[in-house]
């Protein structure tokens, strides 16, 4: 599913609120998710998972075309973490 599937289907799900409403929520809320992992906080939508920023540390990697070796320098990459429930409904359980 996509930003806007996700926009279309709350919109039909709740046909009192306006389109560029829900939209506007929609953004909102992955903004907030955003600028939270920018800052190094952790967001956790109890549920569904919780979404962190891990660190990795600076590393000689290798070229696979030439083989060569490259420095490749530190980064922040986003982490997801599924919670239980969403675990559970993947497996079936739920």
Known sequence: MIRSE??????????????RDVERIVNTVFEEVIDAMA????VELRGFGAFSVKKRDSRTGRNPRTGESV?????????????????????GEA
């Open 71 to 91: 420095e490749v320098e530190e980064k922040h990459v986003p982490f997801f973490k599924t919670g239980k429930l969403l675990r559970d409904r993947l497996n």
């Open 39 to 42: 800052r190094g906080d952790r």
């Open 6 to 19: 996700l926009i279309q289907k709350i919109s039909d799900e709740n046909p009192h609120l306006f389109r």
